[in-house]
């Protein structure tokens, strides 16, 4: 037997019974008759893969999300400023009303709320970041790139929604 074709009878046996996804449009191998995806047409080899194998994307998401994580954190903590010196001074509210001091001295509230939402959002998709570790490792690189440039651009995403929540609410 050649080797392309010892190479290509071990590929049809190891998907004989597992399921594996095809690395360019995530079909699943699992039953393939040939060592190629039948959905694409990519030609497929087994290989030993390191624990890092893959694991780019997965990197730059968990960067990203930490990185919006951080940029919430600080505006939170800049926001509870506000609720802070609102509640030393009661009498802040009708000081505003009155015009003698500037409505950005008050608790900026639907801000607030935004934040507060933002960051668990961040955090349920750190957790699942870090949980789906390995079945992320095995999805088709394709998806694994979606994956990684969205968390990657989660910082700037928090930015923009901050920027519009702060232009809507005055
Ligand atoms: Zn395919």
Redesign the pocket.
């Known amino acids: 037997m050649s080797e392309p074709e010892r190479s290509s009878s071990l590929v049809v046996a190891f998907l004989d019974d597992q399921d594996a996804s095809?690395p360019?449009?995530?079909?699943n191998l699992r039953g393939a008759a040939a060592d190629r995806?039948p959905?694409?047409?990519?030609p497929v080899h087994l290989e030993v893969a390191g624990p890092a194998a893959g694991m780019f994307w997965w990197i730059a998401a968990l960067a990203g999300l930490t990185l919006a994580m951080l940029v919430l954190t600080v505006t939170m903590l800049h926001l509870l400023g506000y609720v802070h010196d609102a509640l030393d001074r009661p009498g802040r509210a009708a000081l505003v009303r009155a015009g003698m001091v500037s409505p950005n001295e008050l608790p900026r509230w639907w801000t607030l709320l935004t934040v507060t939402g933002l960051l668990s959002a961040a955090s349920l998709a750190l957790a699942w970041l870090l949980v789906s570790r390995r079945r992320i490792g095995r999805m088709a690189r394709s998806s694994r790139m979606v994956l990684g440039l969205t968390g990657a651009l989660a910082p700037l995403l928090v930015l923009a929604v901050l920027r519009l929540v702060v232009l809507w609410s005055g």
Do not use: I, M, N, R
Request: glycine share 10%.
């Open positions: 095809c360019t449009c995530g079909y995806c959905e694409c047409a990519t």
